[in-house]
């Protein structure tokens, strides 16, 4: 949680400070602290989604336009065509020693976990994670899944629809991290285009064997 994010000369240095902070803050207010010079400091008070909007902005206005390592492999190639495996979905109640059981029965390292009432997205739960967890005692396997899932943020964040037809440009680009300020992905939940419905997951590792296997 962030109140106030101080000594920035201008706005896309906050954006880091601001991935971190929690965009559901009580808070009303950020306190920025602009252009500081030695006795003569200037205390702007900014809504906290105004300041988000902000640095999200000058941080693509100066980012460097996307280049893919595979774009002549992809040919017009969309998310279907990795043939992505159904989603496994759990729920926040299920258990620990449950989630591990259906992903290793199914080889998958990233379980969606979804609403018991009316099966929205809540958030993932990262297979190799949760055995760290397991291996530090910071979970047992009799606790449930929403003691170590990664729950998405709904106020204040927005996130890009992946879906069976996004290109694979796109998918790569959100591997990378274009879109999340550099911070790079493993996997991507595939949904419909109005993100009610999970369909699949799709990895990096999924994406590196579709090039693996397309000829040049």
């Not at 252009?35 to 206005?61: D, T, V």
């Not at 297979?127 to 899944?145: A, F, M, R, T, Y």
Request: include cysteine; charge should be negative; aromatic fraction near 8%.
């Amino acid at each position: 949680m962030c109140s106030w994010l101080n000594n920035r000369t201008d706005l896309s240095e906050v954006q880091s400070d601001l991935n971190s902070c929690n965009s559901n803050s009580d808070l009303p207010t950020i306190f920025l602290t602009l252009n500081q010079k030695e006795n003569n400091k200037r205390l702007i008070s900014f809504p906290f989604e105004l300041i988000r909007i902000m640095a999200e902005i000058m941080s693509q206005a100066t980012q460097k336009p996307f280049v893919s390592k595979w774009a002549s492999r992809y040919r017009g190639a969309t998310v279907e065509d990795l043939d992505p495996p159904a989603a496994l979905s759990l729920t926040p109640s299920d258990s620990i020693a449950a989630a591990l059981l259906s992903a290793f029965e199914r080889d998958y390292t990233h379980l969606t976990v979804v609403s018991s009432t009316n099966r929205a997205l809540l958030g993932y739960i990262s297979i190799p994670n949760l055995q760290s967890l397991l291996e530090q005692g910071k979970v047992k396997p009799e606790d449930e899944v929403r003691t170590a899932m990664t729950r998405f943020q709904r106020k204040g964040t927005r996130y890009r629809v992946i879906s069976m037809d996004t290109p694979l440009e796109e998918l790569e680009a959100f591997f990378e991290g274009v879109e999340t300020g550099g911070q790079k992905q493993d996997f991507a939940v595939i949904t419909d285009d109005n993100r009610r419905f999970v369909l699949g997951v799709a990895t990096r590792e999924d994406l590196e064997e579709f090039v693996k296997r397309r000829p040049a």
